[in-house]
């Protein structure tokens, strides 16, 4: 028996997530505060109504609900622990808005939205890290967004957190995999309550479902789950896979790097239709460097 905590899991894409890992045979923590989509206020309801439906689909002690906060990742652990004895997947979902041009921001919108998307991963994951290294084994699937991985105009804070949390998950993954824990991102787009003001057409809308999300953290979450360390966009049925790709770039002579010759070798630098390539790790920087070093001195 597998058990699974799902935080942010009483409304759109956390529901779903919560819903398919039950399907899978996982029991549940749903774990929500029940506030709105700025993040204020709390109220039980949300994470009880998921509850009560897992439960009236696959029986009484299959989901409990925990609404802590996700900066307190302990107790939403201690919560799985107490009913369940383990921790076999998580999956890192809640999340707020609160959206505003960088001139207009405020310390509380960047320090709120930190607190829930950034901290809140990093908090439940690492309450639940021993445990997991403990077993030999764990599943966990952070929620990025494309507004991370590319920016997007009013969400300065948001995509900073976003891609924080990519960051910390493709460390967790080389960390982890050691021990057969396997830290995998995802940037979801399916309309709730967050996307609602998103304008759509109407055929989309019927597709950007989260039921067309959850899938792919069912897949991320199973045991047999062959990925440790990727980003997947997801979507609407749509799963494609994000990675870094570098320019072969351009080794300045000694002395010879200045303004003017990185401005003329701009076109090279930014080149990546010869002999790009994928790093995936801080070594493939260290490597490049000493490569290009090595080239300049064969010249
Ligand atoms: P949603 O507002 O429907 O659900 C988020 C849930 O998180 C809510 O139920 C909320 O009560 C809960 N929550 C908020 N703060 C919490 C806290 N501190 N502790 C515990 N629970 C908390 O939003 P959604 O669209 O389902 O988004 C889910 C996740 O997917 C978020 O991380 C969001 O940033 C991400 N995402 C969504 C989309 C999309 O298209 N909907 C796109 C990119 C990323």
């Given at each position: 028996?597998?058990?699974?905590?799902?935080?942010?899991?009483?409304?759109?894409?956390?529901?779903?997530?919560?819903?398919?890992?039950?399907?899978?045979?996982?029991?549940?923590?749903?774990?929500?505060?029940?506030?709105?989509?700025?993040?204020?206020?709390?109220?039980?309801?949300?994470?009880?109504?998921v509850v009560k439906e897992i439960c009236s689909l696959r029986?009484?002690?299959?989901?409990?609900?925990?609404?802590?906060?996700?900066?307190?990742?302990?107790?939403?652990?201690?919560?799985?622990?107490?009913?369940?004895?383990?921790?076999?997947?998580?999956?890192?979902?809640?999340?707020?808005?609160?959206?505003?041009?960088?001139?207009?921001?405020?310390?509380?919108?960047?320090?709120?939205?930190?607190?829930?998307?950034?901290?809140?991963?990093?908090?439940?994951?690492?309450?639940?890290?021993?445990?997991?290294?403990?077993?030999?084994?764990?599943?966990?699937?952070?929620?990025?967004?494309?507004?991370?991985?590319?920016?997007?105009?009013?969400?300065?804070?948001?995509?900073?957190?976003?891609?924080?949390?990519?960051?910390?998950?493709?460390?967790?993954?080389?960390?982890?995999?050691?021990?057969?824990?396997?830290?995998?991102?995802?940037?979801?787009?399916?309309?709730?309550?967050?996307?609602?003001?998103?304008?759509?057409?109407?055929?989309?809308?019927?597709?950007?479902?989260?039921?067309?999300?959850?899938?792919?953290?069912?897949?991320?979450?199973?045991?047999?789950?062959?990925?440790?360390?990727?980003?997947?966009?997801?979507?609407?049925?749509?799963?494609?896979?994000?990675?870094?790709?570098?320019?072969?770039?351009?080794?300045?002579?000694?002395?010879?790097?200045?303004?003017?010759?990185?401005?003329?070798?701009?076109?090279?630098?930014?080149?990546?239709?010869?002999?790009?390539?994928?790093?995936?790790?801080?070594?493939?920087?260290?490597?490049?460097?000493?490569?290009?070093?090595?080239?300049?001195?064969?010249?």
């Amino acid at each position: 028996m597998l058990v699974a905590i799902v935080t942010g899991a009483g409304n759109g894409l956390g529901k779903a997530y919560a819903l398919q890992l039950s399907k899978l045979g996982a029991k549940v923590v749903v774990n929500d505060t029940g506030g709105n989509r700025h993040g204020v206020g709390q109220e039980t309801g949300a994470a009880d109504a998921v509850v009560k439906e897992i439960c009236s689909l696959r029986g009484k002690d299959f989901a409990v609900p925990s609404y802590s906060s996700v900066e307190h990742g302990d107790s939403i652990v201690k919560t799985a622990m107490d009913a369940y004895g383990r921790v076999d997947i998580v999956v890192n979902n809640a999340g707020i808005l609160r959206d505003v041009t960088l001139k207009n921001m405020t310390e509380e919108d960047w320090n709120l939205v930190m607190k829930v998307h950034l901290n809140g991963t990093m908090s439940v994951t690492k309450a639940a890290w021993p445990i997991m290294r403990e077993q030999n084994y764990g599943r966990i699937i952070n929620v990025s967004s494309a507004s991370g991985l590319y920016g997007n105009v009013g969400q300065a804070n948001y995509a900073a957190a976003k891609m924080g949390i990519a960051g910390f998950s493709l460390t967790a993954a080389k960390e982890g995999g050691r021990n057969n824990i396997k830290v995998n991102v995802i940037a979801p787009l399916a309309m709730s309550r967050m996307t609602e003001t998103i304008p759509s057409t109407a055929d989309v809308i019927a597709r950007l479902q989260p039921e067309y999300v959850a899938p792919l953290v069912g897949y991320l979450a199973h045991e047999d789950c062959a990925v440790n360390g990727h980003i997947y966009e997801v979507g609407a049925g749509w799963v494609s896979r994000v990675r870094w790709q570098r320019s072969n770039g351009i080794v300045f002579p000694k002395d010879g790097m200045t303004i003017d010759t990185i401005a003329a070798k701009l076109d090279v630098i930014e080149n990546f239709d010869t002999d790009a390539t994928y790093p995936t790790s801080l070594f493939d920087s260290l490597s490049a460097c000493e490569a290009a070093l090595a080239d300049e001195k064969s010249n």
